[in-house]
C-alpha cells in the first residue's frame, strides 16, 4: 500500500496519505486546512545506524521462516525495508508500532 507524504503550501502541514490506483497522480486536499496546494515529499527515513545496516542488508525476497521472527529484531524489518525502496517515510507512529511488536506490547495492546 503505498503511502505519501504531502506538504501543504497553505498551512504548511505535512501529512501522510495513502494513494491507490489512478489517484496516484492526483494532489489530496490537505486534511488540516483543506487547501489542494500540496506537494509530495521525499522524506529521508529515519532509522538508527545500526537498523540501517540491518535494512541495507536485508532482503525481502527471501524466504522468512518461524525462527527468523523469533528474533524480535526482524519484526517490521519487511516492512522498512520495501518503504525505503519505494522511498516512503513511514513516519513516527509506524515506527513506535513496529517497537510495540517488538516488545510483545502491540498484542497486550491488542486484547
Ligand atoms: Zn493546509
Known sequence: MPIYEYECAAC???ASHVMLGVRRKARPACPTCGSGRTRRVMSSFAVVASES?????FD???PRDDAYYSDSRNVGMWAKKRAQQMGVNLGPKF???VEKARTGKLIKDMI
Not at 545496516?53 to 542488508?57: F, K, P, T
Request: net charge neutral; aromatic share 0%.
Open 95 to 97: 515506527d513506535e508500532t
Open 12 to 14: 504548511g502541514r505535512v
Open 53 to 57: 545496516s540491518r535494512l541495507a542488508n
Open 60 to 62: 525481502t525476497a527471501a
